[in-house]
């Protein structure tokens, strides 16, 4: 392309309809000249028109130099003369310029007028608009193109459906996603991805709608992982076993490549449907194929399966996962330590606490609570306050868990002098602040041991402001409810006060 050496310094440039006819103004590499806006005012076609952005705020150029400078961009393309920009091209806005009443900001600095405007200067408001996620501003201007006889294309759609997606409107993507396809634009494979994840990640999931996606799709397009695994985890959402067994022999059968997310969402989907054998194979089926999962989902699996009461499908889950050569982390051991409570075995719990320290897995506040759940639930009061005491003992203090997990095996166990060692050591905590949760259980152990003395102590001590005080009487009736003595906040203030 030629370059022209009245371009010199900055000029005015209207690039042709393959460059979105934008007027944009730019420096090119060359020093710019100083000759005076009048001087160049009388210039003819082939003198430069370069000055300073400095020159050009100080005076509002006037209407012949506009016209002289209409005629060098003319001069200019008949001779196709543009010029060259180069990287240290800098864009000034033309509205500063005041030389079209109706221009309009565009995304990245480059202004349009609107009798110049096409499907580009269209999709750059719309990319602009996407990002503030002004939905209804995009829909308005959607219908703006078609009535200005400009079809929006894939990309006009695509990002009011991204839109769409961010601020969770699914029916309006549904109607926008029909009307393009009405409108004969044919979706590509981003527009169908986005599409199959705004129907999966919904609440609750829409997994039909993105399986009818789905299978569109697949007749023009190949599905990537992550939007088969999105698919994969709407149907496990929905409990859908049949529809995700169809994704997953799809993905298989067009070499999709199925990934450890491609697994876990099997795996969940059989989970919810409580086959959790066929659960614990995909974790197997992972290993053989040479994808390594962490702890972490296996830790996942097994609390499910605790919380089903299934704990000797929780101990297969670990067994598979030391097969597999997946070390056990210390969110998986405290999953087992409160799962040993649950069936009421605590010499178990504290086999796999120890264990932990053989390991070399490590302590913390979630361990010593996990154990102490497990001795609550067993009645194990000597036990509890041993570990209490070790707990103590060492750079671990309890924390709100552990003086409330005491105080209810002390109030179940009807132990009045431990309740007061948790309130003595409560008070005296220096890293532990007692949360009104913890203040209320306190007084609430104390009147579930029929100790109406000591509760009024501890009542007094430990009660907030007045301001609070209804809401604290609430919280020591919701926790004697769970301690099995029923009362109402009426007979508890009579009692306390």
């Known amino acids: 392309m030629?370059?022209?050496?009245?371009?010199?310094?900055?000029?005015?440039?209207?690039?042709?309809?393959?460059?979105?006819?934008?007027?944009?103004?730019?420096?090119?590499?060359?020093?710019?000249?100083?000759?005076?806006?009048?001087?160049?005012?009388?210039?003819?076609?082939?003198?430069?028109?370069?000055?300073?952005?400095?020159?050009?705020?100080?005076?509002?150029?006037?209407s012949k130099y506009v016209q002289h400078l209409n005629d060098q961009i003319s001069n200019a393309r008949k001779n196709d003369g543009y010029p060259q920009l180069g990287r240290s091209a800098d864009s000034v806005r033309l509205d500063s310029l005041?030389?079209?009443?109706?221009?309009?900001?565009?995304?990245?600095?480059?202004?349009?007028?609107?009798?110049?405007?096409?499907?580009?200067?269209?999709?750059?408001?719309?990319?602009?608009?996407?990002?503030?996620?002004?939905?209804?501003?995009m829909l308005s201007l959607l219908k703006e193109m078609r009535r200005s006889g400009i079809q929006p294309d894939v990309f006009s759609?695509?990002?009011?459906?991204?839109?769409?997606?961010?601020?969770?409107?699914?029916?309006?993507?549904?109607?926008?996603?029909?009307?393009?396809?009405?409108?004969?634009?044919?979706?590509?494979?981003?527009?169908y991805s986005r599409m199959i994840a705004m129907y999966g990640q919904a609440k609750p999931p829409r997994?039909?709608?993105?399986?009818?996606?789905?299978?569109?799709?697949?007749?023009?397009?190949?599905?990537?992982?992550?939007?088969?695994n999105i698919l994969l985890d709407a149907c496990a959402r929905g409990r859908e076993v049949l529809r995700a067994l169809s994704v997953y022999g799809k993905m298989k059968e067009i070499n999709v490549q199925v990934d450890e997310n491609t697994y876990l969402a099997m795996a969940k989907v059989y989970y919810n449907v409580r086959m959790f054998n066929e659960a614990i194979e995909m974790f197997r089926l992972m290993a053989r194929s040479g994808?390594?999962?962490?702890?972490?989902?296996?830790?996942?699996l097994m609390h499910g399966l605790c919380k089903q009461g299934k704990f000797d499908l929780c101990l297969k889950t670990l067994d598979t996962m030391r097969e597999t050569g997946v070390a056990p982390g210390r969110g998986t051991y405290h999953v087992l330590i409160a799962a040993c409570g649950q069936i009421g075995d605590s010499g178990r719990a504290f086999e796999f606490f120890q264990e932990m320290e053989t390991l070399g897995?490590?302590?913390?506040?979630?361990?010593?609570?996990?154990?102490?759940?497990?001795?609550?639930?067993?009645?194990?009061?000597?036990?509890?306050l041993q570990l209490y005491s070790s707990m103590i003992s060492t750079t671990l203090e309890p924390n709100n868990i552990s003086y409330r997990t005491m105080l209810r095996l002390a109030a179940k166990c009807?132990?009045?002098?431990?309740?007061?060692?948790?309130?003595?050591?409560?008070?005296?905590?220096?890293?532990?602040?007692?949360?009104?949760?913890?203040?209320?259980?306190?007084?609430?152990?104390?009147?579930?041991?029929?100790?109406?003395?000591?509760?009024?102590?501890?009542?007094?001590?430990?009660?907030?402001?007045?301001?609070?005080?209804?809401?604290?009487?609430?919280?020591?009736?919701?926790?004697?409810?769970?301690?099995?003595?029923?009362?109402?906040?009426?007979?508890?203030?009579?009692?306390?006060?």
Not at 108 to 121: D, Y
Not at 291 to 300: D, F, K, L, R, W
Request: charged fraction near 25%.
């Open 98 to 137: 005041n030389l079209q009443p109706e221009v309009r900001s565009i995304s990245w600095g480059t202004l349009s007028t609107r009798k110049h405007r096409n499907v580009v200067s269209y999709n750059l408001q719309l990319k602009q608009l996407c990002k503030n996620r002004e939905l209804r501003v």
């Open 157 to 191: 759609y695509s990002s009011v459906l991204h839109c769409c997606r961010k601020n969770q409107a699914i029916d309006i993507a549904t109607r926008v996603f029909r009307r393009m396809k009405r409108d004969g634009v044919e979706p590509d494979a981003r527009t």
């Open 291 to 300: 994808i390594q999962s962490g702890a972490v989902s296996y830790t996942q």
């Open 207 to 228: 997994a039909a709608e993105a399986h009818s996606v789905f299978q569109e799709m697949l007749l023009k397009f190949k599905p990537s992982s992550n939007t088969c």
């Open 414 to 497: 009807n132990q009045a002098s431990v309740i007061e060692r948790v309130a003595r050591d409560v008070e005296m905590s220096s890293s532990c602040t007692p949360s009104p949760a913890t203040c209320a259980e306190i007084v609430a152990a104390a009147v579930a041991c029929n100790d109406t003395t000591l509760a009024k102590r501890l009542c007094t001590k430990f009660r907030p402001n007045s301001k609070n005080t209804d809401e604290f009487y609430s919280i020591i009736n919701r926790v004697l409810g769970r301690l099995g003595h029923q009362s109402s906040v009426e007979v508890l203030q009579e009692l306390l006060d």
């Open 361 to 384: 897995v490590g302590y913390d506040h979630h361990s010593y609570n996990a154990l102490l759940f497990a001795f609550y639930c067993c009645n194990k009061m000597d036990e509890a």
């Open 2 to 62: 030629k370059t022209s050496a009245a371009f010199c310094g900055p000029v005015v440039l209207i690039a042709d309809r393959l460059r979105s006819e934008h007027l944009v103004i730019c420096r090119a590499n060359r020093t710019p000249s100083t000759r005076s806006l009048k001087s160049r005012r009388t210039s003819d076609s082939s003198h430069s028109v370069s000055t300073t952005k400095k020159a050009l705020k100080q005076k509002k150029p006037s």
